[in-house]
């Protein structure tokens, strides 16, 4: 799978901002879709190390984060594991909430680019819409793959809910846009959904990523769930990414 050439990875936080304003404007949030039409579905996971650079005796005064992604394809809806790819990349963009996708983007992009596989769509750990420039990583990187993608994030980065979803698998409340303004969502707007996955666990948070609609989305995430709170795409790529960053952090002579 190939990323189109939408922009460049190497910007500053104004172009970057830029970048997203950009982006929105293409994203398609409202595609119906039958889930159970679905042959296969990838989860990609990303995780880094912060290190310096060790170059010629001395330390780099930046500091070079090394990140490692992983994505999964599984067959549906039997879960069965087709194909697995893994890749490194390391970047000095700096941490900012709102805009990691361009600090995860280039090791997704080599992970996705050895993939002989093409999966129907692609569970991300992370945000889709319910971001505060309505662009997080799964909405940027499905726009990039031209692809089906939705985002299944552990934790609420942006928007508010009026109370808890009920304790039991498949209860959900709606996540809705905050009074912000200059934001992309009118207030009250509806940019995901906090669901309930497993009985008296913690919920997740769904929201579109590109090319599906919100029904659709929590279809999906539930139709992967077996009986743990993250879906199985998502636990797999998790497992994979972290055993590689331990292994690429280990080898590579160039990371302290």
Same mark, same amino acid.
């Given at each position: 799978?190939?990323?189109?050439?939408?922009?460049?990875?190497?910007?500053?936080?104004?172009?970057?901002?830029?970048?997203?304003?950009?982006?929105?404007?293409?994203?398609?949030?409202?595609?119906?879709?039958?889930?159970?039409?679905?042959?296969?579905?990838?989860?990609?996971?990303?995780?880094?190390?912060?290190?310096?650079? &060790?170059?010629?005796?001395?330390?780099?005064?930046?500091?070079?984060?090394?990140?490692?992604?992983?994505?999964?394809?599984?067959?549906?809806?039997?879960?069965?594991?087709?194909?697995?790819?893994?890749?490194?990349?390391?970047?000095?963009?700096?941490?900012?909430?709102?805009?990691?996708?361009?600090?995860?983007?280039?090791?997704?992009?080599?992970?996705?680019?050895?993939?002989?596989?093409?999966?129907?769509?692609?569970?991300?750990?992370?945000?889709?819409?319910? &971001?505060?420039?309505?662009?997080?990583?799964?909405?940027?990187?499905?726009?990039?793959?031209?692809?089906?993608?939705?985002?299944?994030?552990?934790?609420?980065?942006?928007?508010?809910?009026?109370?808890?979803?009920?304790?039991?698998?498949?209860?959900?409340?709606?996540?809705?846009?905050?009074?912000?303004?200059?934001?992309?969502?009118?207030?009250?707007?509806?940019?995901?959904?906090?669901?309930?996955?497993?009985?008296?666990?913690?919920?997740?948070?769904?929201?579109?990523?590109?090319?599906?609609?919100?029904?659709?989305?929590?279809?999906?995430?539930?139709?992967?769930?077996?009986?743990?709170?993250?879906?199985?795409?998502?636990?797999?790529?998790?497992?994979?990414?972290?055993?590689?960053?331990?292994?690429?952090? &280990?080898?590579?002579?160039?990371?302290?």
């Amino acid at each position: 799978m190939r990323f189109r050439p939408l922009h460049p990875w190497d910007v500053t936080y104004d172009e970057a901002v830029a970048v997203q304003m950009r982006l929105r404007a293409m994203l398609r949030d409202d595609v119906p879709l039958d889930v159970r039409r679905l042959r296969t579905v990838a989860g990609a996971d990303v995780a880094y190390e912060t290190r310096r650079r &060790h170059r010629h005796g001395r330390d780099d005064d930046e500091p070079v984060a090394r990140f490692v992604a992983a994505v999964v394809v599984m067959r549906l809806p039997s879960l069965e594991i087709v194909e697995t790819a893994v890749a490194a990349a390391e970047t000095s963009f700096p941490y900012i909430p709102g805009l990691l996708s361009f600090r995860e983007g280039p090791a997704l992009e080599r992970a996705f680019e050895q993939l002989a596989v093409r999966p129907d769509a692609t569970l991300f750990d992370g945000q889709g819409v319910a &971001h505060p420039r309505g662009l997080g990583l799964a909405s940027h990187i499905g726009l990039l793959l031209d692809a089906t993608t939705v985002g299944c994030a552990k934790s609420r980065l942006y928007g508010i809910t009026r109370g808890e979803p009920g304790p039991c698998r498949g209860n959900r409340r709606a996540l809705l846009a905050p009074a912000d303004p200059g934001a992309v969502f009118a207030p009250g707007q509806r940019i995901g959904t906090v669901l309930r996955t497993r009985d008296g666990v913690k919920p997740v948070w769904v929201s579109v990523g590109h090319r599906i609609d919100l029904d659709a989305a929590v279809r999906l995430v539930l139709l992967t769930t077996r009986g743990c709170r993250l879906c199985e795409p998502i636990r797999a790529a998790h497992r994979l990414v972290n055993d590689a960053l331990r292994r690429t952090v &280990h080898d590579d002579p160039r990371i302290d």
